[in-house]
């Protein structure tokens, strides 16, 4: 099926929720807790949408696929972007029935709103890593070369990574002049990938996923800024119990199994 993915916008957040909301609509929407039948007899599939952080595209997307395979007439619409743009978009009203962030900041952010079925619970966590095109070609070994001049790209401060980067930054003593702040850790690595960028500071499971397309440089200052990844479902969602059955899926044997795979930590 094709998943819906990249709704982060660089629209305000009222036009952004708006966007999302019309959007879904015309990918399927919601068929509602009921299941309405057609006309011919058969039950009308149900829509799960599931909102995650983009650092999680791949290891979500494996996870609702299995999740459809268990569940008959299930379809799980997968939203991807900075954790702070989703946040924005669902007290904006969009609808959603999960949301798993990539830091406990964004999701206290929808507790402080009463938004939430329940407390998130933690599912893994991560770690920044630096990225660079293959063949370094800036010559990158160390956290404080990426002070120095070159073409650096990082994750805006409000979305996670972009606040685990000011961390190791304050850790290293450093101060970093990047060419770019991007909304979502993807588009960091995106411009990494493309060569339009010497370095960038994605997570550790970005430069797995992007098997040969770069080379990943740890250091030691990434242990001062690990991400917490926290997930919950939605208390406006249509289809709670089905919301709480894809968060039991992510805490689960198998869904930490493909997390594990993916290079994501314990929590």
Request: charged content about 20%; glycine content about 10%.
């Amino acid at each position: 099926m094709n998943r819906k993915t990249g709704l982060r916008t660089l629209v305000p957040a009222v036009a952004a929720g708006l966007l999302v909301a019309g959007t879904l609509t015309a990918c399927g929407g919601s068929a509602g807790a009921g299941s309405e039948a057609t006309g011919d007899g058969d039950a009308a599939p149900e829509t799960l949408t599931v909102f995650a952080a983009a650092s999680l595209t791949s290891t979500f997307e494996q996870i609702a696929e299995d999740f459809e395979a268990a569940h008959e007439g299930v379809e799980v619409e997968l939203s991807f972007a900075g954790s702070s743009d989703l946040v924005a978009q669902i007290q904006q009203g969009a609808p959603a029935d999960v949301f798993a962030s990539a830091d406990t900041a964004n999701m206290d952010k929808l507790v402080t709103d009463d938004l939430l079925a329940g407390a998130p619970t933690d599912f893994a966590s991560n770690t920044l890593m630096i990225a660079v095109p293959p063949g370094n070609p800036a010559g990158v070994a160390s956290l404080a070369d990426l002070a120095g001049d070159l073409n650096l790209v990082v994750c805006a401060p409000e979305v996670p990574c972009g606040a685990a980067t000011e961390r190791v930054e304050t850790a290293a003593d450093l101060s970093f002049s990047p060419v770019s702040e991007e909304q979502s850790v993807t588009d960091v690595l995106n411009k990494v990938i493309t060569g339009e960028a010497d370095a960038g500071l994605v997570y550790v499971t970005d430069v797995r996923g992007a098997g040969d397309d770069v080379e990943g440089i740890e250091f030691p200052e990434s242990q001062d800024a690990v991400n917490v990844y926290p997930i919950a479902s939605l208390g406006e969602s249509e289809h709670p119990e089905l919301a709480q059955e894809f968060v039991d899926a992510v805490l689960g044997a198998d869904g930490q199994a493909v997390l594990a795979d993916a290079g994501f930590a314990a929590p």
